[in-house]
């Protein structure tokens, strides 16, 4: 039970980290980052609102106020790792090494989070 939950916080940790760094990332190098996003087939000006999002959905994960919320939180996650993982291997360009990462830590920390929710 104890090993659960430190797999829980590390992997969330490791996860949390990521993506305050990819969150920061869109804000401060704004035009590397929209040369990226037009070089993979997305709008620059959806960078902002996924930047928002991203500490948005952290915030809901790390506050646990909400089952559901958080449900939606890793959904999210879920969705833009993905999409990341396939546009990135679509083009060839050989980056999508971060969103496999951030995919398998959330898979961890998601799993490992009804685990421990089962054993509170």
Excluded: C, R
């Excluded at 590390?10 to 037009?38: D, H, K």
């Excluded at 939606?72 to 990462?101: K, P, Q, R, S, T």
């Amino acid at each position: 039970m104890k090993t659960n939950k430190i797999i829980y916080w590390v992997s969330t940790g490791l996860l949390t980290v990521m993506m305050l760094m990819s969150a920061g990332m869109y804000v401060f190098n704004n035009a590397a980052i929209s040369e990226v996003f037009v070089g993979l087939g997305y709008p620059a000006y959806i960078i902002y609102p996924l930047a928002i999002a991203k500490v948005l959905g952290l915030l809901a994960i790390w506050l646990d106020k909400s089952k559901s919320l958080k449900e939606w939180a890793y959904v999210g996650f879920f969705f833009d790792f993905v999409l990341a993982f396939f546009a990135h291997w679509m083009i060839n360009d050989g980056e999508f090494g971060g969103a496999l990462i951030a995919l398998v830590l959330l898979f961890v920390s998601y799993f490992f989070w009804k685990k421990k929710s089962i054993a509170d």
